[in-house]
């Protein structure tokens, strides 16, 4: 059997820098010829970046998309890589114009693959499933290929697949089947989402058994908005063995010698097929030549914690939003309490110390373990740690209006949210919030006030797991003998607010480990009361917290974005009205 050795480039493109991203394709491939690749493959739309939403409806953008592609073949082969397939997602369109006002925009556009070799783009294919479900909403977007691609690689044939395709049976693996190919690439941007990687390994498994054909995927990694990318590219033989697994979120090129049958006959350059497919068949006339000594081990990266796959997505999706947006630094309150302490933790893992800045904004209810608890944070993790009382500022308030209750614990929350806003446009900083999950779930925040920010890094983590988060990232720095950032009384002290006197969370919601379940089992698994009930959940306390879920709608949709690690998160992923009269019932 022929041995065709695969580069996988794992790599983290930017939405829209069609010319950055063409210069990460240009660096990897010349890292994948220099480690003796005869074919490398980069993530579904690589050139533009993924999802590039309602920019498919720019006609600029589509052209300077294809043109990208174009210069990118050019510049491949001027840079001694001509030789070497180069397999590339990229936006095209083959349809009539796109207009957002036209009765179906951005009819036409395709979500694509090429294959550029000899300073030519030799193939390309259009994804064939399109996503439409969660934070997807391809059938807006895209028109569905119809055609299979296969390219005879050094005397291999090779289809060309994007992502969805390999998430249903059917379609491009059934037809590669019936095609006789040996190897299927599947260019990916698939989103994290926890535990996801345990079902992408079983998917490829199925997917190669469908295709009697080995499968390589490659997956993009970094953060886009509320999405984080882990990467997660493996290689799969046809019998389903894991020959070579890459690790999460960090860039990495996956590197391994796939032995696979080769080619019979050429068959007709275009023929019908199966499930109303054409496979279309295109040949790579020369190869770099066959490598010498054996590829470097690329190794079976092995599952970590839950915990800390959490961890370093939350990490990857904060610093690529900073960064990718050129802030120099970000800034938030630190109240003594854990949500601001995790979110200082990820954040100065995200950026460094020195580019973070905590400030501690005390009340006359903010008790002395508070301020002496975020100042601890501030020695450990070694911020930009600073005071700003804000007794003065409400006072002024009170002093000018007649305020009494909610709305005075409001005011200083917004008093809060004025001085962060001031220090980001005096100095720069992103304002981080710092609402969990199960806040935004119940709207236990003010507006304008703490919910104030451009980026919740723990917006989709339930307040539950944000004390596993803050155990685990302590107990992670104690076995690197490094110190742990997150103080232990910040841990274990009762949650509260501290806007009125003894103000404790447990006042106003459930203990969080009642109504986590109850918020996991309406949010994330649709259940309604009915289900929940039927769970074993108290009924007067199932009918409040669902009372208060449906009215805080308004709430979150004014939120901050954060990065999705769950199933389902506040956004794009779960869509109501706001105004809603509907209540779940018996
Ligand atoms: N449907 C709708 N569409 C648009 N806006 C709507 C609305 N319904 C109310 N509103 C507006 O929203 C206002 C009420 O919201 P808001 O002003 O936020 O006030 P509200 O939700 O009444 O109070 C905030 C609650 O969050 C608690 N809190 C605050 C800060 C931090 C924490 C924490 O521990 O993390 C907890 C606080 O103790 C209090 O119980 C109304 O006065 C009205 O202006
Ligand atoms: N005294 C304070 N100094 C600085 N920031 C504060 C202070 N109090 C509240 N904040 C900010 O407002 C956010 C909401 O905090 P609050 O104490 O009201 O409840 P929380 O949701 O339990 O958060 P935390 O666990 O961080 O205390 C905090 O995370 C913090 O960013
Ligand atoms: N870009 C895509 O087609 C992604 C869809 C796929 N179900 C995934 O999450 O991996």
Same mark, same amino acid.
């Given at each position: ?10 790599v ?5 820098? $069609? ?7 240009? &660096?990897?491939?010349? @890292? ?9 493959a ?64 951005? @009819? ?32 807006r977007?895209f ?56 079902? *992408? ?12 054909a ?26 389903? &063995? ?18 696979v049958?080769?080619?019979?006959e050429h ?9 109303g ?15 010498t ?18 961890? +370093?997505? $939350?990490?990857l ?14 800034v ?31 009340? +006359? ?23 700003e009382?804000?007794q ?14 909610? &709305? ?11 001085? =962060? ?26 507006l ?8 919740? !890094? ?9 004390? @596993? ?10 076995? *690197?003998?490094? %110190? ?30 009642? $109504? ?15 289900? =929940? =009930?039927?769970?074993?959940h ?7 917290? =669902? ?8 709430? @979150?949709?004014?939120?901050? !974005? ?16 706001? %105004? ?7």
């Amino acid at each position: 059997m022929p041995t065709l050795r695969l580069a996988l480039s794992q790599v983290n493109p930017t939405v829209g820098d $069609l010319a950055g991203n063409a210069e990460l394709v240009r &660096t990897w491939s010349r @890292r994948a010829a220099d480690a003796g690749a005869q074919l490398v493959a980069f993530p579904e739309m690589m050139l533009t970046g993924y999802p590039v939403e309602d920019l498919v409806f720019r006609r600029s953008f589509v052209a300077a998309s294809k043109a990208a592609l174009e210069q990118l073949a050019a510049d491949l082969a001027a840079d001694g890589l001509g030789d070497l397939p180069v397999v590339v997602g990229y936006l095209d369109a083959d349809g009539p114009p796109q207009v957002s006002g036209d009765a179906q925009p951005g @009819r036409g556009a395709r979500n694509a693959a090429a294959l550029l070799h000899s300073g030519g783009v030799v193939a390309t294919y259009f994804k064939h499933h399109l996503p439409n479900y969660g934070v997807f909403d391809e059938d807006r977007y895209f028109l569905p290929g119809d055609a299979l691609t296969v390219v005879r690689v050094g005397g291999v044939d090779v289809a060309l697949t994007i992502c969805e395709d390999l998430w249903q049976a059917g379609g491009p693996f059934a037809v590669a089947r019936q095609a006789g190919v040996g190897l299927v690439v599947n260019i990916n941007g698939s989103p994290y989402e926890l535990n996801k990687d345990d079902i *992408r390994l079983p998917l490829v498994r199925r997917r190669a058994a469908e295709a009697g054909a080995t499968i390589a995927y490659v997956n993009m990694i970094g953060g886009q908005d509320e999405l984080v990318f882990e990467g997660d590219s493996m290689i799969v033989g046809a019998d389903g &063995t894991l020959l070579t697994r890459a690790p999460q979120f960090v860039e990495h090129l996956l590197v391994h010698d796939v032995e696979v049958p080769a080619a019979g006959e050429h068959g007709a350059d275009e023929e019908e097929l199966a499930d109303g497919m054409r496979v279309v068949r295109r040949t790579v006339e020369s190869l770099p030549p066959a490598p010498t000594g054996p590829a470097a081990a690329g190794g079976v990266m092995e599952p970590v914690a839950d915990e800390a796959e959490v961890w +370093q997505a $939350l990490v990857l999706g904060l610093r690529d939003y900073v960064n990718k947006n050129r802030f120099p630094s970000v800034v938030l309150g630190l109240s003594g309490g854990i949500d601001s302490a995790v979110v200082a933790a990820l954040a100065v893992d995200a950026l460094g110390p020195q580019r973070v800045v905590g400030v501690s904004l005390p009340s +006359q209810h903010s008790s002395e373990h508070s301020r002496a608890d975020a100042e601890d944070l501030g020695k450990r993790t070694g911020l930009d740690y600073r005071v700003e009382p804000i007794q003065p500022m409400v006072d002024t308030f009170l002093a000018n209006m007649s305020l009494s209750g909610v &709305t005075v614990e409001n005011l200083q929350a917004r008093v809060r949210g004025v001085i =962060l806003m001031a220090l980001s446009n005096q100095e720069g900083h992103l304002v981080l919030t710092t609402g969990n999950k199960s806040e935004l779930a119940v709207g236990y925040s003010t507006l304008y006030g703490d919910s104030v920010g451009g980026f919740n !890094p723990v917006k989709d983590v339930w307040k539950t797991l944000i004390w @596993r988060l803050a155990k685990w990232r302590n107990a992670d720095a104690a076995s *690197r003998g490094e %110190t742990p950032p997150i103080p232990e009384s910040s841990i274990g002290k009762p949650p509260s607010a501290e806007l009125s006197p003894g103000q404790l969370d447990s006042d106003t919601l459930p203990d969080y480990d009642a $109504l986590d379940p109850i918020l996991i089992g309406y949010v994330d698994g649709d259940l309604g009361r009915k289900g =929940l =009930l039927e769970s074993g959940h108290d009924p007067a306390v199932v009918d409040r917290v =669902l009372r208060m879920v449906d009215t805080a709608e308004y709430k @979150r949709r004014q939120s901050a !974005p954060g990065t999705k690690i769950s199933i389902k998160a506040f956004g794009r992923d779960r869509r109501l009205p706001i %105004t809603n009269r509907w209540r779940e019932q018996g």
